[in-house]
């Protein structure tokens, strides 16, 4: 069955920048893959997704600080997160946009001073 390991969190600094990965056990070329989020006492959000061949959309609020990108040889799609806000703050998970599979453990994220 295939699982996604999310990894690269950390405790950062507003203005900082992290990078996530994301490790699939098995092959996701062919699918639209995304980077959601959940902060606490929130519902989980979509913040970026990038398909098969390449295309990218963002949610407003990271427009401009955060980029996604894959590597499909690799099979891992990453999230650079530049200019972290402490609203930023919470645990990222990747999965597929459609056909989702079940949610990894996530990555957590805190933006703080």
């Known amino acids: 069955q295939v699982q996604f390991v999310e990894s690269g969190g950390g405790l950062v600094q507003p203005g900082g920048s992290l990078t996530l990965s994301c490790a699939s056990s098995g092959r996701f070329s062919l699918y639209t893959m995304g980077w959601y989020r959940q902060a606490p006492g929130k519902q989980r959000e979509l913040v970026a997704h990038i398909t098969s061949g390449g295309s990218t959309n963002y949610v407003d609020s990271v427009k401009g600080r955060f980029t996604i990108s894959r590597d499909n040889a690799k099979n891992t799609v990453y999230l650079q997160m530049n200019s972290l806000k402490p609203e930023d703050t919470a645990v990222y998970y990747c999965?597929?946009?459609?056909?989702?599979?079940?949610w990894g453990q996530g990555t957590q994220v805190t933006v703080s001073s």
């Open positions: 999965n597929r946009v459609y056909q989702k599979i079940s």
